[in-house]
């Protein structure tokens, strides 16, 4: 038998990562103007004849930022479905317990403790449809029985005469 454990880890703050992301970006866009005015090309592959460009520098912070903000809007869809999801409360596939605060309790009992909900039981439709078409069914394997097991002894009873 296979014990799966999954703990969800504490929800990070979609701005904390958000906020990390956006700097990266600021770094590239850093990095990409550090090397217009410092000519870094230069200073590791020798001089070569480079004339700087600051339109060129221009476009790339430009493309740079166009990517940024594509990449902020997915993130921020991505992080926010998960939230979404992991709001949802896990129930065992076989005995439909709820986890609920590292437990694994009963529906009645996270209704009560979660929402202050009592619940009393009742049966639906279908189900009582299934335990009618059950019970009569087991009247009738009964009477069945019942006619067999007196057959046979009023064919015993006459077997004695």
Same mark, same amino acid.
């Given at each position: 038998?296979?014990?799966?454990?999954?703990?969800?880890?504490?929800?990070?703050?979609?701005? $904390?990562?958000?906020?990390?992301?956006?700097?990266?970006?600021?770094?590239?866009?850093?990095? $990409?103007?550090?090397?217009?005015?410092?000519?870094?090309?230069?200073?590791?592959?020798?001089?070569?004849?480079?004339?700087?460009?600051?339109?060129?520098?221009?476009?790339?912070?430009?493309?740079?930022?166009?990517?940024?903000?594509?990449?902020?809007?997915?993130?921020?869809?991505?992080?926010?479905?998960?939230?979404?999801?992991?709001?949802?409360?896990?129930?065992?596939?076989?005995?439909?317990?709820?986890?609920?605060? $590292?437990?694994?309790?009963?529906?009645?009992?996270?209704?009560?403790?979660?929402?202050?909900?009592?619940?009393?039981?009742?049966?639906?439709?279908?189900?009582?449809?299934?335990?009618?078409?059950?019970?009569?069914?087991?009247?009738?394997?009964?009477?069945?029985?019942?006619?067999? $097991?007196?057959?046979?002894?009023?064919?015993?009873?006459?077997?004695?005469?």
């Amino acid at each position: 038998m296979y014990a799966i454990r999954f703990q969800v880890q504490k929800q990070v703050p979609i701005s $904390s990562v958000l906020r990390v992301q956006s700097v990266g970006f600021l770094v590239i866009i850093g990095f $990409s103007w550090f090397n217009e005015f410092t000519d870094l090309r230069s200073l590791i592959f020798g001089n070569h004849p480079y004339i700087s460009d600051f339109r060129e520098s221009a476009l790339e912070m430009l493309l740079v930022l166009a990517v940024w903000f594509l990449v902020v809007g997915a993130t921020r869809r991505v992080i926010q479905r998960v939230h979404y999801l992991e709001g949802f409360p896990r129930v065992c596939a076989w005995c439909h317990h709820i986890s609920f605060k $590292s437990r694994w309790v009963r529906l009645e009992e996270f209704l009560k403790r979660e929402f202050d909900t009592p619940t009393t039981h009742g049966i639906c439709p279908s189900c009582a449809q299934k335990q009618k078409t059950a019970i009569i069914a087991a009247r009738k394997a009964a009477n069945d029985r019942g006619i067999r $097991s007196e057959q046979r002894a009023t064919g015993s009873a006459r077997a004695q005469h």
